[in-house]
């Protein structure tokens, strides 16, 4: 994980990665590069997909910016699934993917996360006291001029009058999920992150929702590169059924534009 911040902050060193190794992927397999933000809803109905059909998927997450890149290089993605709709606009310009198969899959909210043990969840309003509720820490979020999470959460802290107040304060992950485990961890007091990734560990708890009018709809579209095996048109397709999306819908996701 990259951390980036206009302080040090030593007590997230440990969650410093590098990114993944090159998968091998056999004939068979399904790549998909996907948001980091999916990882718990596609890790469960990937094994579901793989036991009817036979085909193993492998996921590779991480921030949509980095994989669109990725696969704009040439990364060996059979499908991808991006936070936003700009670095999906930005593969389908630079014809990396099939746009007729580009559908949009799923919404999402915004929400600060915060303890566990001492959220308690109410709306966000320019009222919001945001920096004296950080009390000297920082505010983790997903890079703010690339990473869709960051992104939104900018916006959202802008529209509201509240990012000149932290933007010295923010603590800048490579993804949400990075994000999130700052605050999971306790290297920060507070973190901007998807409604979905504050249900994905029990850590965390939601400190307030972000007005949907505060920063641009949260859309998940998702589209076969230009290089993608049959199969992949399968488990595309597997993503919008009724069953699958229900999944979804359960673990904090909303239909596109819910």
Not at 75 to 88: E, G, K, Q, R, V
Not at 110 to 129: C, H, K, S, W, Y
Not at 215 to 226: G, K
Request: proline share 6%; glycine share 6%.
């Amino acid at each position: 994980m990259q951390f980036c911040t206009n302080r040090p902050l030593v007590a997230v060193a440990v969650l410093c990665a590098a990114l993944a190794a090159p998968v091998r992927v056999a004939a068979e397999d399904i790549l998909v590069f996907a948001a980091a933000s999916l990882k718990t809803a596609l890790d469960q109905v990937a094994p579901e997909f793989e036991d009817v059909t036979g085909f193993q998927v492998i996921v590779s997450y991480a921030a949509s910016s980095v994989l669109a890149r990725q696969i704009h290089l040439g990364a060996p993605a059979d499908l991808y699934i991006s936070a936003n709709a700009a670095w999906m606009d930005y593969l389908e310009e630079t014809g990396s993917i099939d746009p007729a198969s580009r559908v949009d899959l799923f919404g999402n909210k915004l929400v600060l996360v915060g303890n566990a043990q001492t959220a308690a969840e109410q709306a966000i309003t320019p009222d919001f006291n945001l920096s004296d509720r950080l009390q000297g820490g920082y505010l983790a979020m997903a890079l703010i001029g690339a990473v869709p999470a960051g992104l939104y959460g900018k916006a959202a802290l802008e529209s509201l009058g509240l990012w000149e107040s932290v933007q010295d304060r923010v603590a800048q992950a490579d993804n949400v999920r990075a994000a999130l485990a700052l605050v999971a961890t306790g290297a920060a007091p507070l973190g901007v992150v998807y409604r979905t990734d504050a249900r994905a560990d029990p850590r965390v708890g939601i400190v307030g929702v972000f007005p949907s009018t505060s920063h641009p709809p949260i859309v998940y579209p998702a589209a076969l590169t230009v290089a993608a095996r049959p199969a992949a048109e399968q488990f595309l397709a597997y993503l919008q059924d009724d069953a699958v999306v229900e999944i979804f819908l359960e673990q904090g996701f909303t239909l596109p534009g819910g």
